[in-house]
């Protein structure tokens, strides 16, 4: 399966190997799921890192480095920005709708906006339910 992967997801994983989110970053590492992203959670992640965690520019480089996912330039689905907008209250998941949109794929995310989005043009799933539907 494949899947556009949101912050929370990614942060939670590194942050604790053995939660949930850890463990579908497993799966990613093992080749039983795809992680796609927009550059703009790579971005966003690496400043999580630098604040929450007080990591050093090496540290985030190595884990980005090391992270299973696919990152995805703003050119690729730049197209349906304005789509997403539309779509989405929070500004700032218009790029995980819109890499969605453009690529047709799914969404894992903790986030509640895009949980409570009203389309069925894009899937969201839940992390646990993501989880149980790969094993």
Known sequence: MRFIIDTNIIFSGIYNLDSNAGKFLMLAIEEEVELIAPEYVQI??????????????????EIISALPIEWIEEELYSNQIKQANKLISDEKDVPILACA???????ITGDKHI????????KVWELKKALNSVH
């Open 101 to 107: 949109l453009a690529l047709g794929m799914d969404i």
């Open 44 to 61: 966003e992640l690496m400043r999580i890192l630098k604040s929450k965690l007080k990591f050093n520019k090496d540290e985030i480089f």
């Open 115 to 122: 949980h409570q989005m009203k389309t069925k043009k894009v």
